[in-house]
């Protein structure tokens, strides 16, 4: 069983950064894909960032291409969601999550999730 804490969020005004961490415990989550997603109120939890076991690989949605930046550091068990450039439409909950493999961009393929951490973007 892994459990997954998430960090980071805040208030920020638009055109600000956000460092978000992933820190998972009882589990390495080295052996895994690590996503983030996000959830803004009366929508639909939403696919972020994905990165790969060793980091080679990286996935954004369309909404992050460019301003949002997924690492990891295996030795630290953390994964990290770097977002510049925050617009008010980014205010949400943000989740990251565990999974063996499978659709990145699918929440069926997470097994584990964190409890989320609030961006809020202001205008």
């Known amino acids: 069983q892994v459990q997954l804490v998430e960090s980071g969020g805040g208030l920020v005004q638009a055109g600000g950064s956000l460092r978000l961490s992933c820190a998972a415990s009882?589990?390495?989550?080295?052996?895994?894909?690590v996503g983030w997603f996000r959830q803004a109120p009366g929508k639909e939890r939403e696919f972020v960032a994905a990165i790969t076991r060793t980091g080679g690989r990286t996935y954004y949605s369309d909404s992050a291409k460019g301003r949002f930046t997924i690492s990891r550091d295996n030795a630290e068990n953390t994964v990290y969601l770097q977002m510049n450039g925050l617009k008010p439409e980014d205010t949400a909950v943000y989740y990251c999550?565990?999974?063996?493999?499978?659709?990145?961009?699918?929440?069926?393929?997470?097994?584990?999730w964190g409890q989320g951490t609030q961006v809020t973007v202001s205008s």
């Open positions: 999550a565990r999974s063996p493999g499978g659709a990145v961009i699918a929440e069926y393929s997470y097994d584990s």
């Open positions: 009882g589990r390495t989550v080295s052996s895994a894909f």
